[in-house]
């Protein structure tokens, strides 16, 4: 279910003329970014997980996506379903800090806030607005208050579920008005399609990391970040003149003395 409402879906195709530079945030912004991107995609699959669960595994009739607010140190992941007029709630699954899913509960006051409403259709507003490069059959969506604005930020991240598959290219970043309604802009965070085999990562039974290629900004991007934690393994990424190691929300700068 999670994986037809979790994510959207694509058809694959190869990039197109190259891309523009995207914002790059700090570096200590980049690794924050990374991590609650991280954190949120992770609990709305634990909640997914719970939520079949409890449904016999299915998908309970009506529901048509979800939420993620923060609840204490953890997360709510709220599930909607549709109504005469408007979403409303539906389910409650609350992860905890450590991305441990609790009880599936039904919801008592079924209305949405203005947040509520506003984040689900950024959601949505950003799936509309994909951009022609798609490098997976399945796209999984993450939705952050815009730090530096009143907006959100929506990311639309390529997906696999084939073992030691880790797609480098083809995600895109939104920036999308605070009722979220309206695309500001759309960054693609890639030159490109590429997915990466894991198990590459390993020589002589020890990890020792990916390495790719950054040609739309200068340093590494929260995706970095993201997929860093949540395949467990550094990234190396050559970006302008050097090259990052990304250990999960640690970005350093390890370009050879000699490059410098």
Request: charged fraction near 15%; include cysteine.
């Amino acid at each position: 279910m999670l994986l037809a409402m979790s994510a959207l879906c694509a058809a694959p195709a190869l990039a197109q003329d190259r891309p523009a530079q995207v914002e790059a945030f700090s570096i200590a912004e980049t690794g924050r970014l990374g991590t609650a991107i991280w954190r949120q995609d992770v609990a709305a699959a634990r909640a997914t997980d719970a939520l079949l669960a409890a449904s016999g595994g299915q998908s309970p009739q009506g529901v048509i996506g979800w939420i993620v607010t923060p609840e204490g140190s953890g997360q709510r992941v709220r599930f909607l379903s549709s109504g005469p007029a408007a979403p409303h709630a539906f389910k409650d699954v609350v992860v905890d800090s450590q991305l441990k899913a609790g009880a599936v509960i039904d919801v008592a006051e079924p209305g949405l806030s203005a947040d509520d409403v506003a984040q689900f259709a950024a959601r949505n507003t950003a799936a509309q607005a994909i951009g022609p490069l798609r490098c997976s059959a399945r796209y999984n969506a993450v939705m952050l208050k815009d730090p530096e604005g009143p907006g959100w930020l929506v990311w639309l991240l390529a997906s696999t579920t084939q073992p030691n598959v880790v797609p480098m290219g083809g995600h895109y970043r939104f920036h999308i008005s605070a009722d979220g309604q309206t695309v500001e802009k759309r960054e693609q965070l890639s030159g490109g399609c590429l997915d990466m085999d894991s198990s590459q990562a390993q020589r002589g039974g020890q990890t020792v990391g990916l390495v790719t290629n950054v040609v739309v900004a200068s340093q590494p991007l929260e995706v970095h970040v993201f997929l860093s934690l949540l395949n467990r393994l550094p990234i190396y990424t050559m970006a302008g003149d050097k090259l990052w190691e990304v250990q999960g929300a640690r970005i350093r700068d390890v370009t050879p003395t000699a490059r410098r």
